[in-house]
């Protein structure tokens, strides 16, 4: 898979470790994110990431900031984009399983040691289908009604 990475001054550390998760996983990496603790402003990097998904450059992306909570805010006003805050497993395998989540915002501030488990389930899992096709049908529209 083509994953994108991006983070901002607050998640230089953790996007290390996740590059690193990301690599030996064997999937291909594009970082986004800054490389020192410079301050930069997080919907940059989240719209220029959540906008390569959209395009198809990319198949699955993670964003990091302090809480995660901003990336995820910003990433989700890409038309087209799932973003979801996973603080544990079972939030990333959800995020994909049943809601076909596009993007995994990490807390870099929270997360820690469970970077590893939370990137390689949110990587691993593929969206389930079936009944939850209907539920993402209705946030297309959603999307639709808004844009229009």
Not at 109 to 136: C, N, P, Q, S, T
Request: net charge negative; with cysteine.
């Amino acid at each position: 898979m083509r994953i994108a990475v991006g983070n901002d001054h607050r998640g230089c550390e953790l996007k290390t470790q996740v590059i690193e998760i990301i690599d030996k996983l064997g999937h291909e990496i594009h970082d986004f994110g800054c490389q020192i603790d410079e301050v930069v402003d997080y919907p940059d990097i989240a719209v220029q990431v959540a906008e390569g998904i959209v395009k198809g450059d990319f198949d699955r992306a993670i964003l990091i900031c302090g809480t995660g909570i901003g990336m995820c805010i910003a990433a989700n006003k890409v038309r087209g984009i799932r973003a979801a805050q996973c603080y544990d497993v079972f939030t990333a395998h959800r995020a994909r399983l049943h809601n076909n989540a596009q993007i995994c915002c990490l807390a870099a501030e929270e997360v820690g040691a469970k970077a590893r488990i939370i990137v390689e389930e949110f990587l691993k899992v593929e969206y389930e289908g079936g009944r939850h096709d209907a539920r993402l049908r209705k946030i297309k529209e959603i999307e639709d009604k808004q844009c229009q």
